[in-house]
């Protein structure tokens, strides 16, 4: 966990870094089509498969996490549709808890997408910079097992 006078202070988001909680989809770079190859996760139990668009008001002000949320039936995608920048907070698992010594904060452009693997302890979006939409792709078991939710002692996080 970087941080600095008791704010998590984010880092920028790379495959590597982000590797223990999900897998990042680029946009294409060249050409018209780029093939990912993302671990798209569910249990047996999980049969049906969700699209939803969400938007998201822009996070003004100090940024405060206190809770966080894992879904123990899917990964969750996250695909920008309109998006500058965003800001993810994940921790990993620890006694079917987060372990909030190991909270990381990220920025991702909105040119990136990312998927959460199964069980990963995550923050509810925040969107930088203003208002954004979200595609997201997950499956649903149509009951409140669909996602597990955490209190965490609030944390803060400086955005430069």
């Known amino acids: 966990m970087l ?11 790379n495959k590597e870094k982000f590797k223990p ?6 946009k294409p770079l060249l050409g018209n089509r780029t093939d990912f190859v993302a671990n798209l996760q569910k249990s047996d139990e999980a049969k049906n ?3 939803s668009i969400t938007r998201i008001e822009f996070s003004k002000g100090p940024i405060s996490i206190d809770l966080l949320e894992k879904h123990l039936h899917t990964s969750q995608t996250f695909f ?12 990993p698992d620890k006694l079917n ?7 990381k904060a990220f920025i991702v452009p909105g040119t990136m997408a990312i998927n959460y693997y199964l069980g990963t302890w995550h923050s ?3 969107v930088l910079e203003r208002d954004g939409v979200f595609a997201i792709l997950m499956y649903l078991l149509g009951s409140d097992r669909d ?3 955490s209190k965490i002692d609030k944390v803060m ?4």
């Open 3 to 13: 941080k600095k006078n008791n704010y998590l202070i984010p880092e920028i988001i």
């Open 49 to 51: 498969q969700s699209i």
């Open 21 to 26: 909680y999900g897998d990042l989809i680029e």
């Open 147 to 149: 996602q597990q939710w």
């Open 97 to 103: 808890q987060p372990d909030v010594e190991k909270i």
């Open 80 to 91: 920008p549709m309109d998006v500058e920048k965003y800001l993810i907070v994940v921790a």
């Open 124 to 126: 509810p979006m925040q």
């Open 157 to 160: 996080v400086k955005i430069n």
